[in-house]
């Protein structure tokens, strides 16, 4: 049993580097400084999108973990955090894609307080990527 609640403590301390390393992209891609959009201004719109990322990162690490538990903690301990690090950077390489494809600046519209559909867009792009790279980790 203290082996297992180890692994936990190490598996959660990689998930909250991962998602730590998630919001720095989100916040180097977006104008301003992201945590003052969310906290203080309340930007629905950064929140969605970060959210999404959170949420697919976890997805990601989830997958990791459970698919490669059975071949020792320290590889599955290192898949997780390739895969993890592949996700924070897929990731960012669609939202700067999806940048490419809309008028004006993708960033932009996800810091303004007032809620505009783009961020559910750029949500969708980032649970889209960590579902590839679930599936591309599931057995």
Known sequence: MLAS???????????????????VA?????????????YEEGSVNAGIVLSAGFL????????????????????????????GVLGVLLQAL???ALNLVTPGS?????VQVRFHPASLVSAAAQLAVAAIIVASIWP
Request: negative net charge.
């Open 56 to 83: 697919g990162q976890g997805a990601i690490a989830f997958t990791t973990i459970w698919t490669n538990a059975t071949n020792g903690f320290g590889e599955a301990l290192w898949y997780t955090v390739v895969f």
């Open 94 to 96: 669609a939202f700067l």
């Open 26 to 38: 989100l916040d180097l891609l977006t104008p301003g400084h992201l945590a003052r959009h969310i």
């Open 106 to 110: 993708l960033g932009s519209a996800l």
């Open 5 to 23: 609640i180890g692994y936990a403590a190490a598996y959660t301390g990689v998930g909250i580097a991962l998602l730590a390393l998630g919001f």
